[in-house]
């Protein structure tokens, strides 16, 4: 196997196993990541997200569909319960990547948007989540900086 698909083996089978220790180690320093409703820069802050999402009970299937020493594309399916409203989670996802010295530089995650929100919220707030990429964010934000808050590690 490419050296990136083991790197990114390492970092789905830690988001699977909830070690987001192993997960940060596949990250370069000035790494960014984006999804529907992150947009982070920099290892610490990408590794605080990981430490949250897996402190719930996240399941993750993956395949490395292509990597080359740049760039890859890894197809994802995230099975969860969305901690504030109790609803369960599938989530396709088409995980992007480029790679700088061996560590993932950049990942940008894509799903839809609209059928996410509809499994985590449901209702009107799930309808207005799914078309507004503000509301996604800001609430998301708020989580993150909340849990930043109480993980001084991440400060």
Sequence with gaps: MHPNGELLTRLFSGLDTHDHQAMAACYHEKATFSDIAFELQGKTRIHAMWHMISEGDIRTTFKVDEVDDHT???????DYTF????????NKIESHFRFDKGLIIQQRDVCDAKAWAGMALGGMSGVLAGRLRFLRQR????????FVATHPQYK
Excluded: I, M, N
């Design 139 to 146: 609430k998301a934000q708020a989580t993150l900086d909340t």
């Design 72 to 78: 890859a594309f890894v197809s994802v399916v995230d």
């Design 83 to 90: 901690r504030s409203t109790g609803h369960k989670v599938h």
